[in-house]
């Protein structure tokens, strides 16, 4: 134990700056609702990234994955086994998929990172229950991003929603959410699992992406050899849906949500 002031571990932002990625959220909010309305049989995925690249630059911000560590696309596009990290392409969607669809922007160098997952056509009563999970873990994840919890209470939220429903999903444990601000990626790690009072605490300025990643199936996945898609090991279908939470003195504030989340988070409490 030390006297006096202790440098945090984390990056801690100020409400100006919480402005700012709550203007980058917007943008991928703006950016993923285009997609959802123009994702339909016969569109490829890479129709896909070219609308929200528009949008992003529309909207004077830039698109964060672009680059990233050589990444090819603005938006990832992973189609039913795939889990995260499709890259667009000639792909042409079809009826019955489900395509997870996850976009960042940066506003004045502040960053905002979300998912969603798109059913095309008529899906299959299980594809659509498993994206409905996954969002709604998700949502019990973000309600769980208070100051004065853990890490470990996000994960423990959304491990137990996942794990009370009647079908066995699996968990993916090998990708994980993160902190996010000046960067896309920044500590901590948020991982979708957890012990409740474990891990490091959340405080007041913290920003973190919270990102469930759920299978039909088996948790166990493979990168496929364009080193970027992430598949089910088994095959079966997968679902993503991320939010940007800024934690605030008044409660978690998803930047990535165009309501801020009110919705989101009084269904989850
Ligand atoms: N946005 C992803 C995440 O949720 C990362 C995408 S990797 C990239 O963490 F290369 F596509 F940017
Ligand atoms: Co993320």
Redesign the pocket.
Known sequence: MGIGLRKPKFELKTPEQFALMRDAGLVVAAALEQVRQAAAPGVTTLELDAIAEACIRDAGASP??LG??G?P?SI?VSVNSEV??GIPGPRVLESGDLVSV???AIVSGWHG?A?ISIPIGEVSPEVQTLSDVTRDALWAGLAAAVAGNTIGDIGAAVQSFVERQAHPYGLVVDYV??GIGSS??MPPNVPNIGTAGKGPQIVVGMAL?I?PMVTLGSAEVDVLSDD?TVVTDDGLAAAHW?HTVAITADGPVVTTAFDGGSEGLGRAI
């Open positions: 964060s994955f990233y560590h990444y696309a990832c995260v990290h996850d976009c960042g990172d998912a959410g993160h896309m990626h992406a990102e970027w991320e």
